[in-house]
């Protein structure tokens, strides 16, 4: 039975803490749908930029939102990766939210089978590795860590998933995603895809933790803010059989927990903007201009007032009332502005 070593140290403890108090804060907390809508739009285009640009990924995060919004015809791997990774997100989203979520090996590699859609030869893809890897230092190019063999990753990560499973009794959620997380990415089950896979199935069981709010941020920006910092606690060096022994999950433990912190601090600031008052209720007309960008991608001022009956500079008041609360922004100027929801 996997037994992983770490300490409950004063920081780790503190951290964990701090995450509790901050998760009950903002759950406690009511605002708009529609301004969950946007968050959770917002945190999902981040996540795809952030966890696919950990793994080195060019598209910088405007490029990324363009290309969730309005797919083209023709792309490369790049636009893929990213495409494959916010069907992914939407999927445990959609998932999570019917409760028909959780883990297993059978979800993993169906998370896997999304991520690398189209990316990786069709028999690799959705299954465990059947040859062995090597992972190298991207700088030096030289052999930093040897995974475990191919022919022990299927016992490795069951072994893994009967660990989470036997500990939600006893462990604390925190502990127990940040473990499954950096044994996950050790045991390297995959030919290609471990990364967004592993952190993808990390947030299905932030969100068993209670978090409700996890729709609403990215815990994989974090990583991508020091990605050095990030390969260098999550992984080790040397071979696997002669370190596994002596591997300790404190360092990566409060490392993974500060990076929730940092994220859920970082949603709380934008929040308290957008909290349900009297002046972020939402109107009828107001519900009206929201849905149609929301099935339409914009609107202007001509479309606005053929969905309603308010005089121009009434129409101009409401334009200006969203955007201060922070639910659309304006393109353009002029004759030819229009607004789409805030990204």
Do not use: C
Not at 2 to 14: E, G, K
Not at 73 to 85: A, F, K, L, P, Q
């Amino acid at each position: 039975m996997f037994s992983p070593r770490y300490d409950i140290t004063n920081h780790l403890l503190w951290q964990i803490t701090r995450i509790n108090r901050l998760v009950s804060e903002l759950n406690n907390r009511r605002f708009p749908s529609v301004v969950l809508a946007a968050f959770k739009k917002t945190a999902a285009s981040v996540s795809a930029h952030a966890s696919t640009s950990i793994e080195g990924n060019p598209l910088p995060l405007t490029e990324v939102r363009k290309l969730l919004k309005s797919t083209p015809t023709h792309i490369g791997d790049s636009e893929r990766e990213v495409i494959n990774y916010n069907h992914a997100l939407q999927e445990l989203n959609r998932r999570l939210d019917e409760g028909t979520m959780s883990l297993s090996l059978d979800h993993i590699l169906r998370i896997h089978k999304h991520v690398t859609d189209g990316l990786m030869p069709e028999h690799e893809s959705g299954a465990f590795r059947q040859r062995p890897v090597m992972i190298n230092d991207p700088r030096s190019h030289t052999v930093v860590f040897l995974p475990p063999d191919a022919n022990e990753v299927n016992p490795l990560m069951t072994d893994l998933i009967e660990f989470v499973h036997k500990g939600r009794d006893h462990i604390d959620p925190l502990i127990l995603a940040g473990i499954f997380h950096k044994q996950m990415v050790l045991i390297h089950p995959f030919m290609d895809g471990n990364g967004r896979t592993t952190r993808l199935a990390t947030k299905v069981l932030l969100a068993h933790m209670g978090l409700n709010t996890f729709h609403l941020f990215s815990f994989e920006n974090y990583y991508n803010q020091n990605v050095s910092r990030y390969f260098q606690t999550v992984g080790e060096f040397g071979d696997y059989y002669e370190r596994k022994e002596r591997i300790d999950f404190t360092v990566w433990l409060e490392y993974f927990t500060e990076g929730i912190i940092d994220e859920l601090l970082r949603v709380g600031k934008l929040l308290p903007q957008t909290e349900t008052s009297p002046q972020t209720q939402l109107r009828v007309h107001e519900v009206k201009l929201l849905k149609h960008i929301r099935e339409n991608g914009f609107i202007t001022d001509r479309i606005y007032r053929t969905l309603v009956d308010r005089a121009k500079a009434t129409r101009t008041g409401d334009f200006k009332r969203l955007r201060k609360i922070g639910l659309i922004e304006a393109k353009d100027k002029g004759k030819a502005t229009y607004y789409v929801l805030s990204s």
